[in-house]
Nanobody, 113 residues
Framework: QVQLVESGGGLVQAGGSLRLSCAAS????????MGWYRQAPGKQRELVAF???????NYVDAVKSRFAISRDNAKNTMYLQMSSLKPEDTAVYYC???????WGIGTLVTVSS
């Protein structure tokens, strides 16, 4: 059974940093491009960043130069380092195994002004 478990969310002041982790079960990392998504209150879920199996990375414009995505295939874990956080980054952040379309249950990030 495939599981994706996010962790690292919490409450942080504007300008602060957080690191999210996504731990995956099984061999999912070896066969999947991976991504971080977020859903703010009252808004649709959106892609934040993705990283392919080959390490190709892309970010949505709103987080470029502030967020950094990475993956450790040996540990079956993906990360999202978030810096210079803004109140508009407040959302539930989800991990997704893109190729096989598996989702985690999300972790809440709240940025106070």
């Amino acid at each position: 059974q495939v599981q994706l478990v996010e962790s690292g969310g919490g409450l942080v002041q504007a300008g602060g940093s957080l690191r999210l982790s996504c731990a995956a079960s099984g061999s999912i990392f070896a066969t999947n491009d991976m991504g971080w998504y977020r859903q703010a209150p009252g808004k649709q879920r959106e892609l934040v960043a993705f990283i392919t199996r080959d390490g190709v990375i892309n970010y949505v414009d709103a987080v470029k130069s502030r967020f950094a995505i990475s993956r450790d295939n040996a540990k079956n874990t993906m990360y999202l380092q978030m810096s210079s956080l803004k109140p508009e980054d407040t959302a539930v952040y989800y991990c997704r195994a893109i190729t096989m379309n598996y989702w985690g249950i999300g972790t809440l990030v709240t940025v106070s002004s």
